[in-house]
């Protein structure tokens, strides 16, 4: 079976193909911008067009627009090829890469919010979660995360706030996205934004 990556809810946008289980192409950029407009290219770029049996898209928590970018691209190449499509929470990503590097130990993951914030997530380490994605304050992350590892864009900010552990500084990348525990895999793919969105809707009645 192949399977199609895609992850650009961050500042990262990269896509991988797998078959039988390892990676067999794969591309990776820091974009900070513009996810919409490569997306599709990278793909395309991918052997075969990165045409799969099953495709896994990040759901977030990350940028709002990033995450919408990514599920309704999955979504419509699930339509497209008639392929199975299933989500992975972007700090389990996070985890898993971090994990490659140091097996078995389990970690935090911090990366960048909405406003100052961060999100963050603590992990076992065979990549299970140990608690839910959170948007904090860096006073009340340093004062949560006790994991000695943590990993994720903020990380080293993190550790400095905290003044102990060790810091991997890493992006979420889709090359790593078979080593998320199947257990954190979602059939149902929706948006995890992590925070409430910026805006209100106007009430009912209310002025256009």
């Not at 990676?23 to 997306?39: F, M, Q, S, T, W």
């Amino acid at each position: 079976m192949r399977i199609l990556a895609i992850e650009c809810a961050t500042e990262a946008c990269s896509v991988a193909l797998f078959e039988g289980g390892e990676a067999i192409a794969h591309d990776h950029r820091v974009l900070g911008r513009g996810h919409a407009e490569r997306l599709v290219p990278m793909i395309a770029g991918l052997p075969e067009r990165g045409r799969a049996e099953r495709i896994l898209v990040s759901l977030g928590p990350g940028s709002f627009t990033g995450v919408r970018i990514g599920i309704a691209t999955a979504r419509a190449l699930g339509y497209a090829w008639g392929a199975e499509v299933a989500g992975y929470p972007t700090l389990a990503l996070v985890a898993a890469v971090v994990r490659a590097g140091r097996p078995g130990e389990p970690l935090a993951v911090c990366t960048t919010g909405g406003h100052g914030e961060w999100f963050v997530q603590q992990f076992g380490g065979d990549g299970t979660a140990l608690d839910e994605a959170r948007s904090l304050t860096p006073q009340q992350a340093a004062a949560v995360l006790d994991a000695p590892l943590v990993g994720g864009t903020q990380a080293e900010a993190l550790v400095a706030l905290r003044g102990t552990g060790e810091a991997i500084a890493r992006h979420p990348d889709a090359r790593h996205a078979l080593d998320i525990p199947g257990a954190e895999l979602c059939r149902d793919v929706r948006p995890v934004y992590g925070r409430p969105p910026d805006a209100t809707p106007a009430a009912p009645g209310g002025p256009a």
